[in-house]
């Protein structure tokens, strides 16, 4: 038997003797946060949040923002907007840039309101559209200068 | 070499490995299911001061000057969170959360933190004691893990707990009860975070529902949609809704929507979900009806739309609208006393 096929029945056989444990389904969790049981939302979002689910941190968020299962906590639910936003989810990237221009769970900061709004809009989204024409309205010329050159920036980079 | 490789790879020999192996991640895995989360909650953690086990927090878990209040989720002073509205509350509960601020405690049976919960984990030195009375007769309660025989462990799939089923007694939080005056009030003071939440979906019918004929007189408790209050529309094609039991099948183009509010037992008021339900050409999907479910979740999040994107992931709303309302084409109607006679 070749070296190649010696590794390939190994890992066969480790592959069907320890078996991956079932990771719960995001529905899991939609179908318990639909149930009004937060605390069950949350044990199942957290695992696929935590490997990368941008659903499921999008989810998360907006558990720890609105305090349903977890003493609200905008600063908590801003790093998991934040995860999933840089991830290109455009709902994180909008919600993420309200923060922004609210100043809620981060310090309030115009130009990255923009920016964020702006990438949330670049995926055909009305809301952000408007939310960042009126939030344009309010920024100086440097400021926008500044975001636009963010932005520049992003998609340079993604 | 050549006879250790024939003995490894033998007839014999794969079948034992792998039978091992299972046998090994079969104890790994029951140990996890079997894993008491009281004990696991009450690990000791000498770095963390809000261990809710520290002796220091447990004297006193309502006092507000307590640092470990805020981080742990199951002090009572903790229950029900922060709200999403950034105006709207309900003076009474408010009043009375400050007056008895452990009373504001959500009332879950389920919850091992509840003040009153005879089975306290704080309260009692060893909650997983087998002696502990309280271990029998709580079907969830944690420490019933070791419980081969526990209807709660995670291969039952009759279990009790399990958070899809709506019997859960563990699941959904109690409502708090709202006066009619409140809960009108609560509503009128909500409307409009309420469609800016949901507008952020970009979702037509979430742009549009609160134009739409309202057929409850006022918010109330639906238990099939996590114990929040709700408030039902239809749009005017969806106008037969209002004949209710007697509406037969809804025509093609009908929009109903759902919004829903929770109030947490200190009167702290959040938005739930609009829950949208829109009746599509005969032909779209005969497992729904020709219905197409979606969730619209407040921070403006559609994480799946039947035969659209994440379909699967909302599947659940068929099961149920079909099972509960199998002759009255899957819809849910309200109760009759907060119903609007058109």
Redesign the interface.
């Known amino acids: ?1 070749r070296p190649l096929h ?1 590794v390939a ?1 190994f890992v066969w ?2 592959a ?4 991956f ?1 079932a990771v719960a389904e ?3 969790g ?8 937060y ?3 949350i044990a ?1 979002w957290r695992p696929l949040a935590e490997s990368g689910d941008s ?1 499921a941190q ?2 998360l ?2 558990l720890h ?9 905008a600063v908590e639910a801003m790093h998991w907007y934040r995860l999933a936003a840089e991830a290109g989810n455009p ?1 994180a990237q ?2 993420l840039g309200d923060a922004y221009a609210q100043g809620i769970g981060v310090a309030a900061d115009p130009v990255s309101a923009y920016v964020w709004l702006s990438l949330a809009a670049a995926h055909g ?3 952000p559209e408007r939310r960042r024409l009126e939030i344009a309205h309010t920024m100086s010329s440097a400021q926008m200068a500044e975001a636009r050159a963010r932005l520049d920036r992003w998609r340079a980079e993604h | 070499m050549q006879t250790s ?1 024939r003995i490894l ?1 033998s007839t014999t020999m ?1 079948p034992l ?2 039978a ?3 046998a ?2 079969g104890v790994t ?1 029951t140990g ?1 299911v079997r894993e008491n989360p009281a004990a696991a909650q009450c690990a000791p953690k000498k770095a963390n001061p809000c261990n809710p086990c520290n002796p220091c927090a447990a004297k006193n878990p309502c006092n507000p000057c307590n640092p470990c209040a ?2 742990n ?1 199951c002090n009572p002073c ?1 229950a ?5 509205s950034n105006a709207c509350a309900v003076p009474r509960l408010q009043t009375a959360a400050k007056a008895n601020p452990c009373a504001a405690a959500k009332p879950n049976p389920c919850n091992p933190c509840a003040a009153k919960n005879p089975c306290n984990p704080c309260a009692a030195k060893n909650p997983c004691n087998p002696c502990n009375p309280c271990a029998a007769k709580n079907p969830c309660n944690p420490c019933a893990a070791k419980n081969p025989c526990n209807p709660c462990a995670a291969s039952n799939p009759c279990n009790p707990c399990a ?2 089923n ?1 019997c ?1 007694p ?4 109690s409502p708090v009860e709202l006066t009619d005056a409140e809960a009108v009030k609560v509503y009128d003071c909500l409307a409009k975070e309420l469609k800016a939440a949901y ?4 979702n037509k019918v979430a742009v549009t529902y609160a134009s739409f004929t309202r057929y409850s007189r006022q918010p109330y408790v639906s238990g099939t ?4 209050y709700v408030q039902n529309f239809a749009n005017d094609t969806g106008r037969a809704y209002g004949n209710y039991e007697k509406a037969g099948a809804m025509p093609a183009g009908t929009a109903l929507a759902k919004d829903s509010f ?1 109030v ?1 037992p200190n009167g ?1 008021v ?2 739930g ?1 609009l829950f949208v339900m829109e009746k599509m050409n005969a032909g779209f999907n005969a497992e729904s009806g020709d219905w197409r479910y979606t ?1 619209i ?5 559609v ?2 739309t039947t035969k659209g994107a ?1 379909a ?6 068929i099961g149920c609208h079909i099972s509960v309302a199998p002759d009255a084409d899957s819809m849910m109607f309200l109760p009759e006393e907060y119903r609007v006679s058109r």
């Open positions: 038997m010696r029945v056989m480790i069907i003797a320890f078996p444990p995001f529905a899991d939609l179908a318990a946060f639909d149930a009004g049981d605390r069950a939302a199942a659903d999008v989810a968020a907006g923002r609105a305090g349903h299962g977890v003493p609200a906590d709902v909008l919600n989204r009305q809301w | 490789k790879l794969v490995v792998v091992a192996g299972v090994i991640t895995m996890v805020a981080n989720p903790a029900g969170g922060g709200a999403a958070a899809g709506p859960n563990c699941g959904a939080a507008a952020k979906s970009d949609h996590g114990n929040r929770s947490a702290q959040s938005i979900p969730m979740m407040p921070n403006g999040a994480f799946g994440g699967d992931k909302v599947a659940f709303c």
